[in-house]
Nanobody
Framework: QVQLVESGGGSVQAGGSLRLSCAVS??????????MGWFRQAPGKEREGVAG??????????TYADSVKGRFTISRDYAKNTLYLLMNNLKPEDTAMYYC??????????????????WGQGTQVTVSS
């Protein structure tokens, strides 16, 4: 099993920054996930991939949604068992519940939501204009 606990959400004004954290705990798995990612869902909208990362100890390739490229950065600290999402220059359209997720199956870490076996409970981000 993998448990994921997000934190760091909050309310900010447009142009501000937040850093989301996702604490990762694993039991029963001796190897790292293939992918870890951040997703978001706003009220009345479908869930969308925000950032994905190869997490299996290869090259750590990252991918981003076009809407957040250049503003958001996904990173991993294995020593702290934590996944991060640094969000700069936030916009009101970034308002959503943000979730981290882990996948133990191969595929597109950003676009293939069905890869992901484990999901956190989410942390709310609200950006005011």
């Amino acid at each position: 099993q993998v448990q994921l606990v997000e934190s760091g959400g909050g309310s900010v004004q447009a142009g501000g920054s937040l850093r989301l954290s996702c604490a990762v705990s694993r039991s029963g798995y001796t190897y790292k996930p293939y992918c870890m990612g951040w997703f978001r869902q706003a009220p009345g909208k479908e869930r969308e991939g925000v950032a994905g990362r190869r997490d299996d100890g290869t090259d750590g390739t990252t991918t981003y949604a076009d809407s957040v490229k250049g503003r958001f950065t996904i990173s991993r600290d294995y020593a702290k068992n934590t996944l991060y999402l640094l969000m700069n220059n936030l916009k009101p359209e970034d308002t959503a519940m943000y979730y981290c997720a882990a996948a133990y199956r191969g595929g597109d870490c950003l676009r293939d939501h069905g890869l992901y076996n484990y999901w956190g409970q989410g942390t709310q981000v609200t950006v005011s204009s």
